[in-house]
């Protein structure tokens, strides 16, 4: 990215992106006129002011930042953003797909041609392409591998075969080694060879002849010391790395704990071969928790909001369909105890006041199981003394919120009993959430499940189906 | 932070906690047994033995970076928590403090005594300091305040003048600041000066001689240029920079967009002012992903996992009050149907299933809103666009999984009338959900308060007993 780049904070932007729609309003407004207005009276008029508007178009993108025309085209609606695409210069293509969210990059990918996409790779590192490939046309692929050196084909290689959410997955290759045999004096000569040095260079890798990483010289000491000292004896010797293979996570984390800038990326025998650097942790951390909220509303990807509806439908089935399952269960509970509601009406309007609250509480402790084994604070022999707080607090809350709701019981409808039984039933499936709260994340994590995933569906039903058996049931048995 | 700390991935950390957990296990079951074996016979031999894990202990603790330590104090129970906290290097617990989520920084001042929360102060830089006094007694800020020199002083005020969330909240005032009319050979000798330069240090800030700011001159430029270019023919004129007074959503989202490392932040003058570095943004970033997905469960902040059941209670029952509300008003709404019901009990077992996919349905729709108005893509006429959206995807939906279940109510129940009935309600609250999911956020960013907070609450609230009420009331019209 070259550096003239204009640069924008959030109220720039947001005024960046007015003027691009009132121009684009404006051309669709000139080109609806021409359409309606036949004959050749005006045409040449007509094409003049047509043009103009993309014209000015342009030249309000031709020198925003790749990542600002990121962000114009996810705010405007399909066939805007499309027509906007085509006045962006060539050479961004490449930067903007990647910065694009997955649903537009596809928009995107869709209306270019083969010969543009190519171009368009051609102007990313090896690590970025591999981001892009999986949605690329197979040709479009084959020719991109053709065209690159050699060394970037194996990184390339090496970048696409790493798992996702793995820090293979977001390394790059684009780092500075020195020798720890010279002075500094030598590197900073070294360093003055360069056009540029590669973004995030916090610090240089010290590596022998084998590539072995020997210590990491950070730009800060290379600055503070006397140019006469040698690499070797100021280079740090402690310092974070990381195996390709390790979880992106867990390296997002040390990023955190460390207040980290780059880290180096070994293979086993302690081979330099790449770096992971804050940018992209900070993506895979936003990533991370994008994808966590999607997941419990049961979007099943990130949604183009101007998406067609029938993508919209799509997108969103799968979760519908597993919700009707566990309402349909429920219902069914509910109809085993048909008689006891006919005889005693009140059971239906009191029952989904006990589903409801089991469901609210069991979320909580669900919530902060699952948080605290991500950040690590759950050991295996946690899990007797979590479940006896858990049940403790369950009982506080049933003795509080399901006394609160017995007396209202049974001052609406007049039974002390029917009171009891709406009491012990808030109880007992408070106590129920509190178990599968602590249990099924555990249990996932036990069998090697992400603990965050569906939680919150499983306990749900639960909580639903059981609060109706167990408010029913106790019904069926005192009242009845 | 010394560079000579201990560094840990995260299988290290883990094997570090095990370590400390055994030699706490240990000097537990030592003193156990010296408590219940009474008598001066082994004494001095007890004493040995039951000191000798304290050491051990402590000289595991001492080479530890303080950020892992943090970490060992959150993943320990209370008890033995207080305990490794008193064997801690003291120069250590100011940066463990800031380190900790804020219970278990609670916990752990509630049992330091003033001199040593002000020895702890004393070794922090004024940015970090503004974080952690409120959370001081008010007899230990005062002194802190007063031992300060007069910059830091003014440096604290300031930082604790910044609203939450602002960039004055996240910046810091360590900065290297060079004229523009000098050489980069007396920048580099200037450098060389330092002990130290301040983490996160990848550009200098160029001011004049009433610091304004007149440009940045990345470390990168610095390296790679004739030293005998002077600062201001390198250094960059378009740069990003924020007022104290932005949001810290926004600076991060500039982070993220232009792959920053520090920024300056001036007033409105142009005076430079401080910077904010990357690691304050990662834990920024990761902090609100944290705040939201405890809103989201209605936990009113962090919660120490080794909190009492009474802590507990008190930190979830808001939330639980809340729910219990709106169900009750859900039951009511249903009491007003109770002959309906007892007429035809099938109501009761099928009412539920409206009622909760119309909540499943509003909270993905309010998910996908919420978010796109984060990323700042919904522009205030884009209302009518997404809402014909929503209700298109809300109409399918309610035909098909509506559909679906009519012919089961059907099938069940042996009544086409009731499967009718059960089709058209799914597709009304399918579609008030859809206009409530919207609507719901984009007020409440219109009305100036934050979209996401409590938008599934209210929607779920609505769904409820909207769905109740539409299909009790659709029974009571057709089939009644």
Chains 1, 2 share one sequence.
Not at 222 to 243: R, S
Request: zero cysteines; a negative charge; proline letters at 4%.
């Amino acid at each position: 990215m070259s550096e003239e780049n204009q640069l924008s904070d959030a109220e720039e932007l947001q005024e960046r992106l007015a003027e691009v729609q009132t121009l684009l309003a404006r051309h669709k407004l000139v080109e609806d006129l021409v359409q309606r207005q036949e004959g050749p009276r005006h045409e040449l008029v007509e094409e003049l002011v047509h043009k103009q508007h993309l014209h000015e178009l342009q030249q309000k993108l031709d020198p925003m930042h790749p990542a600002d025309i990121a962000y114009l085209l996810e705010a405007l609606p399909q066939d805007e953003r499309l027509l906007t695409w085509t006045l962006v210069k060539p050479e961004y293509n490449g930067d903007i797909l990647l910065e694009v969210s997955d649903a537009v990059r596809e928009s995107l990918i869709e209306v270019m041609a083969p010969s543009e996409l190519i171009a368009a790779a051609e102007t990313l590192d090896a690590d970025e392409l591999a981001d892009l490939v999986p949605d690329l046309p197979q040709e479009v692929v084959d020719d991109v591998f053709r065209s690159l050196p050699a060394e970037e084909r194996e990184h390339l290689r090496a970048a696409m075969s790493y798992p996702e959410d793995s820090v293979g997955s977001i390394m790059d290759f684009d780092m500075v080694t020195v020798r720890e045999d010279v002075t500094l004096e030598v590197v900073l000569r070294y360093l003055r060879r360069f056009d540029e040095l590669p973004d995030h260079t916090d610090q240089l890798f010290v590596i022998d002849r084998d590539e072995h990483l020997k210590g990491v010289l950070p730009i800060n000491v290379l600055l503070i010391n006397d140019p006469e000292a040698e690499v070797g004896a100021l280079m740090l010797t402690e310092y974070v790395d990381f195996e390709p293979e390790d979880e992106a996570e867990d390296a997002a984390k040390a990023f955190e704990r460390y207040d980290l800038v780059s880290v180096p990326v070994t293979d086993a025998d302690g081979r330099l071969l790449g770096r992971v650097t804050v940018n992209d942790v900070v993506d895979f951390i936003r990533e991370e928790a994008e994808y966590e909220q999607l997941a419990k509303a049961g979007l099943a990807e990130e949604e183009d909001i101007f998406a067609s509806v029938w993508d919209s439908v799509k997108n969103r089935w799968a979760w519908l369909a597993i919700n009707l399952i566990t309402a349909f269960v429920a219902s069914r509970v509910i109809g085993l105890f048909e008689d006891s509601i006919e005889k005693l009406v009140a059971l239906a309007a009191l029952m989904p006041i006990v589903a409801g609250i089991g469901g609210n509480s069991g979320n909580q402790t669900i919530t902060m199981i699952v948080r605290a084994i991500a950040m690590g604070q759950v050991q295996p022999d946690a899990m007797r003394r979590l479940l006896r707080k858990e049940l403790g607090v369950a009982t506080v809350n049933g003795l509080i919120w399901g006394g609160m709701l017995g007396i209202a019981a049974w001052w609406m409808y007049g039974s002390p009993l029917l009171g009891m039984v709406m009491t012990a039933a808030m109880t007992l499936n408070l106590l129920l959430a509190a178990f599968a709260g602590v249990g099924i994340p555990l249990l996932r994590l036990r069998f090697g499940a992400d603990p965050a995933v569906g939680g919150s569906v499983m306990i749900t039903a639960l909580t639903d189906s059981g609060g109706f058996f167990i408010f029913l049931g106790l019904a069926t048995l005192f009242l009845m």
